[in-house]
DNA sequence: TTTATTTTTTAGGCTAACCTAAAAAAATTA
DNA sequence: TAATTTTTTTAGGTTAGCCTAAAAAATAAA
């Protein structure tokens, strides 16, 4: 087994959100502009990352995440998750407070106690933002999720995700009633500046391009 | 608020369980032998912690924690007592089996989390070794407790708790039989080399004189 | 009370993860 | 294609926490 370091684990994560499906080479700018850092100490980190053999590293060319590495980074994310869900359904957190504490948990190694909160937490598929959690193979399935800007008018879907995680965001979703497991329905597109009114329960609602862009719905 | 590293935690707690009254100052061997570190390193730390206030350092004359020192390492040993609590009695994990899992978890820093795991564990008093959980006021009551190798023939007492903590020791307790909330009652006191004759259900044993000091019982 | 031993501290070095400033490579624009 | 801009890397330095070896202080023994 490889172990890896508190901060390792960060970049490896940082690379995988970067590039889920490794579609393309993530550069040394996009990870220093994620992790808060700077490029020269990215560069650093690169190369032990790639001494270790959890990244593809080419010196100007980006990197891509190794089978280890990401299977690494898939660990890390279903700690993050489950302790996510075991924050709101046992400890009553709301869906909006979560994140930073989850990102302190998630570093904590123990095969035997996180399988055992899966167990405990009854195998949630998903996280309180609805995004899915790997299983202990390390198996991700990723929902095909559209966001509301994307729906067509009168389709309707169920609210299975957001793409933007801020507790502003979180918070305006809470207020507005748009969350997790709601049916809404596309009532209107307005062309000129991408708004969409919908339907919520028994009320009709406007919601920005922005917002439409970061709801994330199941069809 | 003082933030404490992982690492300034791990001694604060040190100095702590080295002298819980404070009876007397703490060396720097101690401390060293504690946390398997060498003497240089312990001299680096003290002088840290010193300067932020943490403990009173005297050259050559060993440290005692200030109240602020004393505080914060209480409100670890809170975190430490509490996680082990939500190990065994949520996640079915063993008394013996928490200890280092616990090492890590009381470093998460919240305070909120901390507070709302009290609550969700229903505000327990003792930890799965029987050792009592600081209350989120940082006050810590200590039972008096008495091991079974200073009890009288004939008297009875309830096991509250143990003073090692190795998973051997609390195996063979385990399988003994010997664990927290059993009643059990001298029956004899071997004097030549300090082993003891208990009465535990309605089986007869013995233990050595090792065994009887660390078993620690409420009168 | 001098000598020997033990304990503690200082001095100087190491590594991980960060930094700034400068150099080199790649990408873009003219 | 040449010149400019952007991105990335290298070079050299910092801090936290650790180390070994040597010096200094405290304690114990002769």
Redo the contacts between chains.
Sequence with gaps: MITTSFTEENYLKAIFHLSPQEAEAVSTNAIAEALQTKAASVTDMLKKLADKNLINYVKYQGVTLTHNGRQAAIGIIRKHRLWEVF?VD????KWD?VHE?AE??EH???A??ID??EA?LGFPKVDPHGDPIPDKNGVLKEPILVPVSKMNINQTGIISGVKEHSTLFLNYLEKTGLVLGKRVKVQDLIEFDGSVIIALDKQVLTISRDVAKNILIAV
Aim: proline share 0%; charged share 25%.
């Design positions: 924050l046992k400890l009553n957190f407070e504490l302190d948990l904590i190694n123990s035997k106690l055992s909160l405990f």
